[in-house]
């Protein structure tokens, strides 16, 4: 079974513009969630998707959003980059079952997109 | 959301020695307590997790414990290795949000 595709792997970008990251789920998760992780920082988390509807949102701002399509594909969209977006951004995929404060199933992690903010 | 508190951040210790990482809760409704291990480069995958109907669960040199009237629950490895090394998250419920993380480090 295939695992969680993050892409792109590495990208650079300038104050200002807006970038978009890809999430491919394990086949048959319908959950996708996304989280920041800078040094020292830990894994912030920034939003869950099930079925095409944003079922949790950690506390980012708007310029942070996502999508699901129909497929448990998962995209989310940074706009107007600020250099303190500069982190790895890891998805993670899950069956996502029963929903908040009971058993999701456990999480798989993608790589990550590590994204430079110049 | 949910608040969880990990404690310590980080964690010394010589191989052969046991470490034990905390973990409390707010939500009493929570009944998921995960933890993951994410070495250098890598990325967080689970290693254990408990259910609120037991109170204890282990899986060789690791074990989690839960207390749910304090709401608190516990990583323990023993006979630590230096593979052991790493970040150390718990989760206090299934809304996907981890605590700070232990940054564990055996010293061979």
């Known amino acids: 079974k295939a695992g969680v595709t993050q892409t792109p792997r590495y990208l650079i970008k300038t104050r200002g513009q807006q970038v978009t990251l890809s999430c491919s789920p394990i086949s048959g998760h319908r959950s996708v969630s996304w989280y920041q992780q800078t040094p020292g920082q830990g894994l912030q988390f920034l939003f869950e998707y099930f079925s095409e509807t944003q079922r949790n949102k950690g506390n980012f701002p708007g310029r942070f959003s996502g999508r699901q399509f129909s497929n448990s594909r998962s995209e989310m969209n940074v706009s107007t980059l600020e250099l303190g977006d500069s982190a790895l951004y890891l998805c993670?995929?899950?069956?996502?079952?029963?929903?908040?404060?009971?058993?999701?199933?456990?999480?798989?992690f993608g790589e990550g997109s590590r994204l430079t903010v110049l | 959301g949910e608040n969880v508190e990990q404690h310590p951040s980080t964690l010394s210790v010589q191989e052969g020695d046991s470490a034990v990482i905390k973990c409390t809760y707010s939500?009493?409704?929570?009944?998921?307590f995960p933890w993951y291990k994410q070495e250098l480069g890598k990325r967080p995958q689970l290693i254990i997790d408990i259910r609120s109907n037991v109170g204890e669960k282990k899986d060789q040199r690791i074990a989690v414990t839960l207390n749910k009237t304090a709401k608190h629950f516990s990583l323990h490895i023993t006979e630590t290795q230096p593979e052991d090394s790493a970040v150390y998250f718990c989760a206090g419920r299934s809304d996907m949000r981890f605590g700070a993380g232990t940054r564990l480090t055996v010293k061979p």
């Open positions: 939500d009493s409704a929570s009944n998921y």
């Open positions: 993670a995929s899950s069956w996502g079952g029963q929903g908040s404060g009971s058993y999701t199933g456990e999480l798989f």
